[in-house]
């Protein structure tokens, strides 16, 4: 599938799961979604980024943060079930980095508003 093709295809699938959000009683704000080389860059070399490959440089990521009754939810674990349901739409969620496939059901990773498009 083109790049292209990918990028048509995330817009939909990031749709499904904030209408699953909302229908669950959460609200959202948006985060990121592109970045530029640069902006990507000062963020590696901030520490707030690992790589310079991001999904986000692509249009295929984007970060969401959550609110439960007009609160921000900062608490990682409150993102598993948007998680979950995006990797069911066949996603690859952040909530799944660093941690190893045998401990995501007691575990979040350190990136969990990121939703991205799997390859």
Same mark, same amino acid.
């Given at each position: 599938?083109?790049? !292209?093709?990918?990028?048509? @295809?995330?817009?939909?699938? #990031? ?6 959000? +909302?229908?669950?009683?959460? =609200? ?25 490959? !991001?999904?986000?440089?692509? @249009?295929?990521?984007?970060? #969401? ?6 609160? +921000?939810?900062?608490?990682? =674990? ?42």
């Amino acid at each position: 599938m083109s790049l !292209s093709e990918r990028q048509r @295809r995330f817009p939909p699938m #990031l749709a499904n799961l904030i209408s699953f959000a +909302y229908e669950n009683g959460y =609200e959202l704000t948006l985060g990121e979604a592109y970045r530029t080389e640069e902006q990507q860059r000062l963020y590696v070399d901030s520490g707030r980024s690992r790589t310079m490959n !991001s999904r986000h440089r692509d @249009r295929l990521a984007a970060d #969401l943060n959550l609110f439960k009754d007009g609160v +921000y939810l900062a608490d990682k =674990e409150r993102y598993r079930f948007l998680g979950e349901r995006w990797e069911g739409l066949g996603g690859r969620w952040g909530g799944r980095f660093g941690v190893s496939p045998v401990d995501y059901a007691t575990e979040v990773g350190w990136d969990s508003n990121h939703f991205e498009l799997s390859e």
